[in-house]
């Protein structure tokens, strides 16, 4: 009796624990819609490049604050990328080229314009 009474105990800890266990968040799928060089004030260092990169996640373009190392270039020819990307509160996770994940500081977020995709082809759009 004590035995199948120490199992019931344990069953309904673990239920309860699970339960409680959040969700683990999910990379979704995230597009690069633009990249400007991000306005600097006051006294920079001239080697890092700063970046503000528009990411498209769902219904909300979000902005971020992109810092290119000294050395390195690319991210300014990234436009129409897509990757995946972990959406967080003050911040955006990403793999890089690499498979190392990097967070960048959301720096504003706005809801995305609506696509205007044509589902039509272009053998469609002749036969008009």
């Known amino acids: 009796m004590r035995k199948q009474l120490a199992i019931l105990i344990l069953c309904l800890a673990a239920t309860l624990s699970a ?3 959040p969700a ?3 990379f979704e799928r995230g597009t690069i819609m633009s990249v400007k060089p991000h306005p600097e004030t006051g006294a ?3 080697s890092v490049e700063r970046f503000d990169v528009d990411v498209k996640v769902k219904n909300t373009m979000y902005t ?3 810092t290119q190392g000294a050395g390195r ?3 300014q020819y990234r436009a129409g990328l897509d ?3 972990l959406v967080k509160d003050k911040t955006i996770a990403y793999n890089d080229l690499l498979g190392e994940t990097r967070e960048v ?3 504003g977020h706005k809801p995305a314009p609506p696509s205007n995709r044509n ?4 053998a469609d759009q002749g036969k008009q």
Do not use: M
């Open 83 to 85: 990757l995946f990307v």
């Open 24 to 26: 683990p968040s999910k």
């Open 44 to 46: 920079t260092d001239p």
């Open 64 to 66: 971020v604050l992109f």
């Open 19 to 21: 339960a409680q266990t």
């Open 73 to 75: 270039y690319g991210i």
């Open 105 to 107: 500081p959301i720096i």
């Open 119 to 122: 589902n039509k082809t272009v």
